[in-house]
């Protein structure tokens, strides 16, 4: 039984689950220097204890251990918690992202860690969990309904299943709707940080399977892309 849930107050607790110890070490210095908690684990048993005897905020999981993957234990966790997952990798292939994200992780990072990106992520991803938007509490757009109050996605009454990187791009780009993004907009909007530190390969992954939930085909649209800029959401709500 995984004990995992958020604590909105004091200092953020943190389990690193990664087996290369100089790496390790370095997170560990720069995510205590910037006021988080953090334990470390090197493998996923280590991992599996920390987790059912303490009480995290968010877990910063290596695919690749010495008793199996992060991608297993990560599914482990979600069949009983949705504590944030962010992946911390050498694996940048697009399909090795997607499977990340499909497991339900809230991002995806690949080695080499640029600590400044690293921190971004992380608040980003404590941002997104507990953020209050005044917005409309339903935006209706083709045969999509968004209860943004709710974080709930709906196209023909079907529950759409986002990620919380996913639902954070579409709602930029509808509060924008009719205007360009650019990318590097996007991705400073995303991770707070500057848009030529972060892969665009990630972003690329983002729109993709944002396309690919909402159902896009030959018959529907809802984002345009604008070559060599970036993407709109299409205005035309009819």
Do not use: H
């Not at 990560?74 to 940048?92: G, K, M, V």
């Not at 209860?147 to 509060?175: A, G, H």
């Amino acid at each position: 039984m995984f004990i995992v849930k958020f604590i909105w107050g004091g200092k953020m607790r943190i389990l690193l689950i990664e087996d290369d110890e100089t790496l390790s070490m370095g997170i560990e210095y720069s995510l205590k220097n910037e006021g988080y908690e953090v334990s470390i684990a090197n493998n996923i048993e280590e991992g599996r204890k920390a987790t059912s005897n303490e009480i995290f905020d968010l877990i910063l999981l290596d695919v690749t251990l010495p008793d199996g993957n992060g991608y297993d234990f990560c599914r482990e966790i979600r069949n009983n918690s949705d504590i944030p997952i962010i992946f911390l990798t050498a694996c940048d292939e697009e399909v090795n992202i997607v499977l990340g994200l499909d497991l339900g992780a809230d991002d995806y990072l690949t080695k080499p860690i640029r600590v400044r990106e690293l921190i971004a992520r992380i608040n980003a991803v404590f941002r997104r969990k507990n953020v209050k938007r005044d917005i409309s509490d339903k935006i209706i757009y083709k045969d999509l309904t968004i209860l943004p109050l709710k974080y709930e996605v709906y196209k023909d009454r079907n529950k759409v299943q986002l990620t919380s990187v996913e639902y954070k791009l579409m709602l930029m780009m509808i509060e924008n709707k009719g205007n360009v993004l650019t990318r590097k907009q996007l991705l400073e909007k995303l991770w707070d940080v500057e848009g030529n530190f972060v892969e665009e390969k990630t972003l690329n992954v983002y729109i993709k399977r944002l396309r690919e939930k909402l159902g896009e085909d030959d018959s529907i649209a809802y984002i345009e892309t604008v070559r060599g800029i970036g993407y709109r959401w299409i205005g035309d709500d009819n």
